[in-house]
């Protein structure tokens, strides 16, 4: 269970890969290291790349009480999208996405990095690790 930051400073965007096995308790700690992270940067862009996970066992309550609790990025202007390629985790993204709607507006859930960057009109990505706090 990982996550990786990486940002593109010529494009503004941050985005968080997912690996290996996620479960509830991971993404509510992953939650501080993103809310660092955004206040840090101030991107343009967030993207959360959930192509690499092998596992999940991250429950729906969990889901739902995510996007409940305030948004990682606070400003509501600022896209966000969901690379969610697994049925399991597209679903989970898609509820979240539904629950947190009024605060997160501009959040979109998709199944590839290539409509990921389609959607924010991101063209030759180069991104670089970040420490994770």
């Known amino acids: 269970m990982a996550y990786q930051f990486e940002f593109d400073a010529t494009n503004q965007v941050l985005c968080c890969r997912f ?14 290291d993103a809310r660092q992270h955004t206040a840090s940067l101030g991107p343009r862009a967030v993207v959360f790349d959930f192509s690499a996970v092998t596992s999940s066992e991250v429950l729906s309550s969990a889901v739902l009480a995510l996007a409940e609790a305030p948004p990682v990025v ?60």
Do not use: K, Y
């Open 74 to 133: 606070s400003d509501p202007t600022c896209p966000r999208v969901v690379v969610a390629p697994a049925p399991l985790i597209f679903g989970l993204a898609r509820m979240f996405q539904i629950r947190g709607e009024s605060s997160r507006p501009r959040l979109e859930v998709v199944r590839s990095l290539t409509e990921a960057w389609a959607l924010l009109n991101v063209q030759d990505p180069h991104f670089e690790p970040l420490e994770n706090e």
């Open 19 to 32: 690996s290996g096995h996620i479960n509830s308790r991971f993404m509510e700690s992953f939650s501080a």
